[in-house]
T-cell receptor, first 114, second 109 residues
Framework: SAVISQKPSRDICQRGTSLTIQCQVD?????MFWYRQQPGQSLTLIAT?????????ESGFVIDKFPISRPNLTFSTLTVSNMSPEDSSIYLCSVDRGSLDTQYFGPGTRLTVL | GENVEQHPSTLSVQEGDSAVIKCTYS??????FPWYKQELGKGPQLIID?????GEKKDQRIAVTLNKTAKHFSLHITETQPEDSAVYFC????????FGTGTSLTVIP
């Protein structure tokens, strides 16, 4: 398995501001993923982040709204930009250490936008 | 793309009884099927998984079965305990993970 931490664990933000979420893994991993989980819902993939390349975004998610950095094999950030109340969700990072390996999730960041 | 359906959405059982959660998928290329448990305020935790070359896998009180022909797989929890209460997600994976809609399990003491 992998030990994954996220910062912050929760935040309350004002409309129009931005928040950067950090994800740290205890070992080097090839692929990192960012998910959104709206209240009472399933997990929706936002983007896949590989070190050294641009993140790949899923349909409905764009880089201007959710810029991602992946500076090394143990760390990634997701920024939620120009927030609105509809962005209130849990944001989760996960890691995958190889092809068709399982994904391990961080504890999540609970975001509330007022 | 893949479509994963999960049933039931909510499930209540008496402590000691069994719980069964079922998922179906649509993409025959999916060949890896993990199950996650998510407790309140936490991220999903892998509890068991199965690959397409296996029909059944068991780990203590938890078992998973896979029917590739019918494209469905199930999670079985026996001798349920209150600490089993959580939301459970299935997933089907080929090149990407696709998650089910979740089952909220309540075990009544």
């Amino acid at each position: 398995s992998a030990v994954i931490s996220q910062k912050p664990s929760r935040d309350i933000c004002q409309r129009g501001t931005s928040l950067t979420i950090q994800c740290q893994v205890d070992s080097q991993v090839t692929m990192m993923f960012w998910y959104r989980q709206q209240p009472g819902q399933s997990l929706t993939l936002i983007a896949t982040a590989n070190q050294g390349s641009e993140a790949t975004y899923e349909s409905g998610f764009v880089i201007d709204k959710f810029p991602i950095s992946r500076p090394n094999l143990t760390f990634s950030t997701l920024t939620v930009s120009n927030m609105s109340p509809e962005d209130s969700s849990i944001y989760l990072c996960s890691v995958d250490r190889g092809s068709l390996d399982t994904q391990y999730f961080g504890p999540g960041t609970r975001l509330t936008v007022l | 793309g893949e479509n994963v359906e999960q049933h039931p959405s909510t499930l209540s059982v008496q402590e000691g009884d069994s719980a069964v959660i079922k998922c179906t998928y649509s993409d025959s290329a999916s060949n890896y099927f993990p199950w996650y448990k998510q407790e309140l305020g936490k991220g999903p935790q892998l509890i068991i998984d199965i690959r397409s070359n296996v029909g059944e896998k068991k780990d203590q009180r938890i078992a998973v079965t896979l029917n590739k022909t019918a494209k469905h797989f199930s999670l079985h929890i026996t001798e349920t305990q209150p600490e089993d209460s959580a939301v459970y997600f299935c997933a089907a994976a080929g090149n990407q993970f696709y998650f089910g809609t979740g089952t909220s399990l309540t075990v009544i003491p």
